[in-house]
């Protein structure tokens, strides 16, 4: 069971907006920044969105993030086939420990 | 372009210790303002944060694995390495090394490809 709460499916057609929510508490998304990575089908994690919102060079502007109090939301619109893959929240907690959320498999229907 | 590659056993006995190697290309361990860490992700199932390692040698790991784990760094060889103490089939995992850059923001920003450990008799 991971401390950081995500849905474990989401699911869009092509061109629709997805949102995946990652939920914590006081002392890791409430007092720590969240950054999100995007797994392909036997890949390494890649870094998605840093710093609750910034997306990093080469990371199309149709990825947004967004936190508010203990909870964080990953965004991804004009949803494309090859946004199928797993995505991942994470953030430290206030004693120094790396967390995960558990995980959401997105599916482009 | 930093790279890093995880090396060592695919295959541990149960209750035999678990060591794994990442060697870092493209940079110096010992430069810049990261941590060296261990994640590691059982088949079908998310990712677990095992610990963290700085050059300086300062340590973090994940409270429920910290009686069994140990985080090294060799700056003359450019590696970091983890051990796994007294391990079962549950500690069966793709284990990944992952450098962490913090400063005006902290992220995973460079992965290696990760290696599958199986414990098994």
């Known amino acids: 069971q991971s401390v950081l709460t995500q849905p474990p499916s989401a699911s869009g057609t092509p061109g629709q907006r997805v949102t995946i929510s990652c939920s914590g508490s006081s002392s890791n998304i409430g007092s720590n920044t969240v950054n999100w990575y995007q797994q392909l089908p036997g890949t390494a994690p890649k870094l998605l969105i840093y710093?609750?919102?910034q997306r990093p060079s080469g990371v199309p502007d149709r990825f947004s993030g967004s936190k508010s109090g203990t909870s964080a939301s990953l965004a991804i619109s004009g949803l494309q086939s090859e946004d199928e893959a797993d995505y991942y929240c994470a953030a430290w907690d206030d004693s120094l420990n790396g967390l995960f959320g558990g995980g959401t498999k997105l599916t482009v229907l | 372009q930093v790279q890093l590659q995880e090396s060592g056993p695919g295959l541990v006995k149960p209750s035999q210790t678990l060591s794994l190697t990442c060697t870092v290309s493209?940079?110096?361990?010992?430069?810049?303002?990261?941590?060296w860490s261990w994640i590691r992700q059982p088949a079908g199932k998310g990712l677990e944060w095992i610990g963290r390692?700085?050059?300086?040698?300062?340590?973090n790991y994940n409270p429920s694995l910290k009686s069994r784990v140990t985080i090294s760094v060799d700056t003359s060889k450019n590696q970091f390495s983890l051990k796994l103490s007294s391990v079962t089939a549950a500690d069966t995992a793709v284990y990944y090394c992952?450098?962490?850059?913090?400063?005006?923001?902290?992220?995973?920003?460079?992965w290696g490809q990760g290696t599958l450990v199986t414990v098994s008799s």
């Open positions: 992952a450098r962490y850059s913090y400063g005006y923001a902290g992220y995973f920003d460079y």
């Open positions: 710093s609750n919102n």
């Open positions: 390692i700085y050059t300086s040698g300062s340590t």
């Open positions: 493209g940079g110096s361990i010992s430069s810049g303002s990261y941590y």
